[in-house]
Every structure is written in C-alpha cells, then in structure tokens.
C-alpha cells in the first residue's frame, strides 16, 4: 500500500498571503486527488492529477504533480479566511486490486481574518 | 439531486456493543465505499463494493463488516465495540470506481 506524506501537518496563516502544501510518496503515483474537507463535512474533490509535470488550476489554487509522478504541491495564492480546512491528497489506487483511496494524514490549514 | 445520504449522524455506544451504519449513494452510482476518520487523520479505506459484491477491504479486524442492496444503499456493521473506534465514519459513492468519488457528510460514532 502507498504511503503517503504531507507536509506540513498545521499551517496558520493570515488572509492574503500565500501558501504551499506537499504531498509525497516513496513510490510512484499513477494518478493523484486533492480533497478539501470543512469541519463535519465529507472530504470535496479539487482536482485529478494524471501526467507528471502536469498543472492546473481552480481558481486560486494550483496544484502540480511532480514529473516523476512521486510527489504533488498545492499553492494558494491570497489565501482567504474560507480556504480553511483540511487538505488531503489520495491515492486512488490502494494497492492489492482494491478500489479505495488511499489518503494522507493531511495538512490542517486555518486562514486568519 | 440529493448527494450521499448517511444516518445517523451521531451515535453513542457502549464498548462491547455492534453498531450500523447506512449509506444511501447518488441515483446512477453503483460503487459504495466506507472510510474510517480518526479525529485529526485522514480517512482509512475500510470496503469497496460494486453491483453488491465486496471488490477491496482495507487493514481491518473481522469486527467489521459490510453490505450492498438492490438499490446500491450499504450497510457498514461494527461487532463488539471498542474505545478506538470512535471516528467520522465516511461513505462514498461513484460511477466509475476510482475517479469521482462523491462523499457524504459521515457518522460520528462515539464509544464509551
């Protein structure tokens, strides 16, 4: 099974400045998913990273997958108060022939007013 | 279009106890998983199932088991209750399997 690592673990930061997550792994991904979960709610699908060196984009955020598909970063750019949450990456292949994620510790993000 | 449907949304049990869950998927989805959430971690993969066969289990006990109906609803069953697994039970539906999961808002099991 994949383990995957984010980093960091907390960040608090101030409305309106930028940020950066990580998201690695010792073995290569064949694909990769961003979530967004709020306090009491399920995670949200952000976003599908597929080919390495690939980029997109959603608004203020961006996310790249590395070019040897082992790790991926999310920047936030002028962080708002209603990006706070946990951020989790997945592995939509957990290994074994399941069909389950496979999902990292996640970096808890609080943007401050 | 209602999204995934989960109940109860709360739940106190006692140790020693079973406990279940339901999980009602978007119409069309024919894929239900259940994830584990231990507060401050990510969710663990716990099943899988498609067309109501079990098609992946994660890294837990006996304890647990799962189902899936006609209508795709499932069931997640939790035999002899411990401390440790009080968590945000999450389920996730999908029409495809791996990509576009949709999860609903979980179950908060609390053992005592």
């Known amino acids: 099974t994949q383990l995957l690592e984010q980093s960091p673990q907390f960040l608090s930061i101030q409305e309106g400045e930028n940020l950066t997550v990580y998201c690695n792994s010792s073995?290569?991904?064949?694909?990769l998913q961003w979530y967004r979960q709020e306090p009491g709610e399920g995670p949200v699908l952000l976003v599908t990273?597929?080919?390495?060196?690939e980029v997109k984009k959603l608004k203020r955020l961006t996310f790249q997958f590395g070019d040897a598909r082992k790790d991926s970063s999310l920047h936030i750019t002028a962080a708002q108060t209603g990006d706070t949450g946990l951020y989790l990456c997945?592995?939509?292949?957990?290994?074994?022939?399941?069909?389950?994620?496979?999902f990292g510790k996640g970096t808890h993000l609080i943007i401050q007013p | 279009d209602a999204g995934v449907t989960q109940s109860p949304t709360h739940l106190i049990k006692t140790r020693g106890q079973h406990v279940t869950l339901r999980c009602s998927p978007i119409?069309?989805?024919?894929?239900v998983s259940w994830y584990q959430q231990v507060l401050g971690q990510g969710p663990q993969f716990i099943f899988q199932?498609?067309?109501?066969?079990?098609?992946g289990r994660g890294n837990f006990p006996d304890r647990f088991s799962a189902r899936q109906f006609p209508n795709y609803s499932s069931e997640l069953n939790v035999n002899a209750l411990l401390l440790g697994d009080s968590a945000l039970y999450l389920c996730?539906?999908?029409?495809?399997?791996?990509?576009?999961?949709?999860f609903g808002s979980g179950t908060r099991l609390t053992v005592v």
């Open positions: 996730a539906s999908s029409l495809v399997g791996r990509y576009g999961y949709t």
């Open positions: 073995s290569v991904f064949s694909s």
């Open positions: 990273v597929v080919t390495g060196g």
């Open positions: 997945a592995d939509p292949y957990s290994g074994g022939g399941a069909d389950g994620l496979t």
């Open positions: 119409s069309g989805h024919k894929s």
């Open positions: 199932y498609y067309e109501k066969e079990e098609r």
